[in-house]
């Protein structure tokens, strides 16, 4: 019954190469979105996705490439993985209205390592 | 942009005693606040939060947070912790985004440890 669910929970890989993380979640949310968290655990968005549309585009490397096929599905591809991209990944999603006022649930996270 | 600051990096409380978390906010216009709790290797889950209302708002586990608009602060606080507690707290705050949607500004976490 994982409302939030990841896939790969841990990727191990090396410098250069492309990588795929999968979300799905069955919340029947609107939006889902991508954040990093970094060593220090500091939380940041990438992304966000309102019923298959960008929304949301930080300021990330266009290495990073989000795509929706659907409102429940958001993955995450990276091209040409470099050492700075080890983090840990967390899909999330809520049911955002428009007024900002819902709360966000959480996958268990990706745990990214780049060799 | 908004913000919001967590002044802590860690917090030490015996179990049993109360327990505070704080949390400061920079917004313009009405904030929209959230905690969450990030437990070791999982992800973040929702405590509680304060968008309109009572100042004092009652969330999960026990914990309530007090929105104190002249101080603009939203501590989270808990009458008697439990070494169970012990975990990574989130302070968030909504920004809104040009061209419309909404984001959440996440502090940089307060490491709560309780202890027997």
């Known amino acids: 019954d994982t409302a939030v669910s990841q896939t790969p929970k841990y990727l191990v890989t090396q410098m250069g190469n492309d990588k795929s993380i999968k979300c799905e979640q069955n919340?029947?949310?609107?939006?889902m979105y991508w954040y990093k968290q970094d060593s220090k655990k500091f939380l940041k968005i990438m992304f966000s996705?309102?019923?298959?549309?960008?929304?949301i585009n930080e300021t990330v490397p266009n290495r990073f490439s989000p795509k929706s096929p659907d409102k429940a599905h958001l993955n995450l591809h990276i091209n040409s993985l470099e050492l700075g991209d080890s983090a840990v990944y967390f899909c999330?999603?809520?049911?955002?209205?428009?007024?900002?006022?819902?709360?966000?649930?959480f996958g268990p996270g990706t745990r990214l390592t780049v060799t | 942009a908004q913000s919001v600051a967590q002044p802590e990096d860690q917090v030490n409380v015996a179990e049993g005693n109360p327990l505070t978390v704080k949390c400061t906010y920079s917004?313009?216009?009405?904030?929209?606040l959230f905690w969450y709790v990030q437990y070791p290797n999982r992800g973040l889950q929702f405590l509680l939060k304060?968008?309109?209302?009572?100042?004092l708002v009652k969330g999960s586990y026990g914990f309530e947070a007090e929105f104190n608009k002249s101080q603009t602060s939203f501590h989270l606080k808990k009458p008697s912790a439990l070494v169970s507690d012990s975990a990574l707290y989130f302070c968030?705050?909504?920004?809104?985004?040009?061209?419309?949607?909404?984001?959440?500004?996440f502090g940089t976490g307060t490491q709560l440890k309780v202890e027997l």
């Open positions: 996705y309102n019923n298959k549309e960008l929304i």
């Open positions: 917004v313009s216009g009405n904030p929209y």
């Open positions: 304060y968008i309109t209302g009572d100042n």
């Open positions: 919340l029947g949310h609107d939006t």
């Open positions: 999330a999603s809520s049911q955002d209205r428009g007024q900002g006022t819902s709360e966000q649930y």
């Open positions: 968030a705050v909504r920004d809104e985004i040009a061209g419309g949607g909404n984001k959440l500004t």
